[in-house]
Each structure stands twice: as C-alpha cells, then as structure tokens.
C-alpha cells in the first residue's frame, strides 16, 4: 500500500478553514554563541537534520475524486530554504514586537503544496538575542514517522553544526492516474482496511480521535469510560467559545518552577505541580472574568482538556501512544484559591485511578533531544480530533530539562509554544518548564479575545495570590 495517511490526519485536512488552521508551534529564545548564529548556520543545522526524518521533505497528494485519504509523497523540488525564513524586528525588539510577529505568521495557513513546516530566524530581540519560530502541520507529527522540528534542532550540547553530504534524492512524483490505480490497488489487497480508511471525511474524525487515545496501554478502557462519561455532559457555556476570525494574537508570560514547588511542598501529599498549574489557570480565568464584568456563581466551571503522557506497558511504545485526554471542571466559580487547588487535586486523582500511570516530570525531561514540542503537537492533534462540544479549552502542559540546551551552540534559554485554536475557541494554552521557568505560551483569536494581555497579567496575579494564602493560611 501507498504511504497513506490515516484516517485521523486525513481528517485534519478536512476539517481545516482559513479561521481554524491546523498547525502547532514553538517560540525558542537563545543567547547568540561567541561566533554568531547566522541565517546559514540555521539552514544547516536544519538540512543536517531532516536527513534522518524523510517526511520533512515529503508533502501531501490527494487522490482523485477523495476516494481515499492522501498520500505522503516526496517532494522533486523541495527547498529548503523556502521553509527556512529569515526575519527582524525592528528596535528595539521588544517581547511584544515577537509577538505579534508570532500572532501574524501562526494565522496564516501552510501552503498545502509544499512539505508542511516552515521555521524563522527572527534576529534583532533585544541584548542581542534571537528566536527560532517554528510552524508545523499537526498531522506531520504523529511521534512515529515524525517528531516535531522543534525537538530535533535543539541538543544538550553546544556543537558547531558542520554539513553532512546530502544523499537524499526524490523519488518520482506520482501522477493522478499512479495515485488513482494505487488506490484502486489498495482495496484489492486489503478491502476491510481501506473501508475503513474511507471514513476519513469529517464523520472520521471523531472515530479517529477515539483510537487516538486508546493507545494507551493499560489504560485503554479507562480512557474510553472518559470519553463516554464526558459526552454526557456538553461543556458549560462561556465567554471563552465564539465564533473566531482568521487573525490571532499571542503573548508570552514567564513564572519560575520555584514558585509551584513552593505551594505543592505547603499543600496535601496528593498535590502535584501540574495541579498548582492548573489551579493557577484557574485563577487566571476567574479573575480575567470578573474584569470582564462577567457573573461568575459559586458553581460556575470551565471544562479545560488536558493531554497528558501515559506509562505504557511496553517500554518501547511511540510518543504518539503515550498521550490520553484528561477532562477537568475548572472550579473558576470558587473565590478561596486553596480550595480551588483541592478541588483540582481531587479531580485529577480520579482520572488516574482508572488504571493510567502518568508519567513523571523528570521521565519526560530525560527524553530524546527537546520532548516537549512534540508533545504539544500531540496534545493539538487530540485537541483538534476532539468535538469541541465537550471542553472549552485546550490545555497543554509539558515538562522540559532543567538543564541548558542548544542550537548548535546558541544556548536556549526560554521556549513558549504555541498551540493552535479549535474551531469556535477563543482561548490555547500551552506551557513548557525549563531552567527554573515555567513559560506559558497564550494564542487567543485576535478580535473574539482583543484583551489577552488582561489574561496574561492575571495569570502572574493567580500564582501570587495562591503562594501568598498557602505560605500565610491565616
């Protein structure tokens, strides 16, 4: 058979609109090396790279008539240095200058006729320095036959990147008519499979969604009791689902590790970071209400689905098999930030009791190269496979090394991602830990969510409130 797509990533080219493109993205900010970081330097770190990952240079063909999902295909006139761009701020490179260079370039779509990923050298930050942002198609990064190009420039060295010889040579572009008896020759091989990849339209999407995330091992039916205890009950209305336009903006905010530490060491045994994380979401969205003029009751919610890395049973399982939904009811209706982060606790122990071992903080860290880009391209992938009836928010968290990385010999020293908005949803957040930090990366649609900096302030203002009550419980 054709290197096909499966249903699930073929879903994701059906459902994509000019107001909903399916990418996900990094912002990596690095201290330039004694020698510089040029525009060249990047070109061939990267080329050296994607040697090893052939579907960087491979692109997306459609079979005649959509009879069957698309093929991957190489591409005869690839580029590298169209999807390796080269940008500037003007002075004096402001944090709010590269967002808003972030807003504009993750709204516009990937061109669909070319290998899905594009990556820019965004020069003149202030000091001096330099970030690498990246845009990659979701259905690209399966974390089998690709990882996110955000993981594989960045080492935990500093190397001087020296060329490697490019061996690489495409293989002859299929025409309609190859695709078209390729896909007459699938069905006669294997009927029953390609029946079922033929589903792959918009109806395929929830059905592809749902295998998504029974691959996780021990946790396979505990994960469908989610989906189907969930689906029972639509997420609360609220401010944060309206219909979205085709820009977006995005803001950076950086919290130290410290703090969340601080508040599990005062809190109940039970009490993890990512708990503290999302108590402080939590009071983010309630305070960003209030400001608002919103009325928030006691019992008002906010259903956040949360991706999160499962223990398989088999040691050797993909990324892709390690990610499963967690749905948690964001207590956003409860004024104590203490019993905020109870509740929350509480919520979260229930989803592991069914069986599911999460993996720990430092077990991710220690993956190969920078595991969380990859990561919070599959926690995307679920997020946008997923009816958007059941959750009003996507939130990824991923733990990062403590340790410093590089690109080639730029140290990196802060990583934001950026996570792609779900039709209807005003509001991503994703958030990575690195060095002592804690970056949390904030896409929201630029005119549904004109306020985000509201937001992102009352993020800091969350995470003081919540260390001042556990620090002081008087």
Same mark, same amino acid.
């Given at each position: 058979m054709a290197d096909r797509l499966s249903a699930l990533d073929a879903s994701f080219f059906y459902l994509q609109d000019r107001s909903t493109p399916m990418h996900v993205g990094s912002v990596m900010i690095f201290e330039p090396p004694e020698g510089g970081f040029e525009y060249e330097d990047l070109v061939s770190? !990267?080329?050296?790279?994607?040697?090893f990952v052939p579907r960087y240079r491979q692109k997306v063909r459609h079979v005649p008539g959509r009879?069957?999902?698309?093929?991957?295909?190489?591409d005869e006139h690839f580029d590298v240095s169209y999807h390796v761009r080269r940008s500037g701020l003007p002075k004096p490179g402001t944090a709010a200058q590269l967002e808003?260079? !972030?807003?504009r370039i993750q709204a516009r779509s990937l061109d669909p006729h070319r290998p899905l990923w594009e990556l820019y050298l965004v020069e003149g930050l202030e000091g001096g320095r330099f970030a690498i942002v990246t845009k990659t198609h979701i259905a690209l990064v399966d974390g089998i036959h690709a990882i996110d190009i955000g993981q594989i420039i960045v080492d935990q060295e500093a190397t001087r990147e020296q060329p490697i010889p490019q061996a690489w040579r495409a293989s002859r572009t299929p025409s309609g008519l190859d695709l078209l008896l390729g896909a007459v020759g699938d069905v006669a091989r294997n009927p029953l499979s390609v029946a079922h990849l033929a589903t792959s339209g918009v109806r395929g999407a929830t059905a592809g969604a749902q295998r998504l995330v029974r691959q996780g091992g021990a946790g396979a039916a505990s994960a469908a009791g989610v989906l189907a205890r969930v689906a029972t009950r639509p997420a609360p209305d609220s401010p944060l689902n309206r219909s979205i336009s085709v820009h977006r903006r995005f803001q950076m905010v950086s919290t130290q590790l410290a703090d969340y530490r601080r508040i599990r060491a005062q809190s109940a045994e039970t009490v993890t970071v990512h708990d503290v994380v999302l108590a402080t979401i939590t009071g983010a969205l309630r305070g960003w209400l209030l400001a608002r003029g919103e009325v928030v009751p006691g019992g008002e919610r906010v259903r956040a689905l949360v991706p999160f890395s499962v223990q398989p049973e088999d040691t050797d399982t993909?990324?892709?098999e390690e990610v499963s939904p967690m749905f948690v009811d964001l207590p956003v209706g409860e004024a104590r930030p203490k019993m905020r982060l109870h509740q929350i606790a509480y919520a979260t122990s229930q989803h592991l009791d069914g069986g599911r071992s999460a993996i720990d903080a430092a077990s991710i860290a220690e993956l190969a190269g920078f595991a969380p880009p990859t990561l919070h391209s599959l926690g995307a992938r679920l997020g946008s496979a997923m009816s958007r009836r059941l959750f009003n928010l996507v939130v990824t968290n991923v733990p990062g090394p403590q340790r410093t990385l590089y690109a080639g010999d730029a140290p990196m020293i802060e990583s934001y991602p950026v996570i792609p908005l779900p039709k209807g949803q005003t509001l991503s957040?994703?958030?990575?830990?690195y060095k002592g930090r804690v970056d949390f990366g904030l896409t929201a649609d630029r005119e549904a969510m004109s306020d985000l900096d509201l937001f992102g302030q009352c993020l800091v203002d969350a995470l003081a409130e919540l260390l001042d009550e556990t620090e002081d419980p008087a």
């Open positions: 770190l !990267v080329s050296n790279r994607i040697a009879l069957l999902p698309p093929v991957w295909t190489d808003e260079f !972030v807003g993909h990324l892709a957040i994703g958030l990575t830990s």
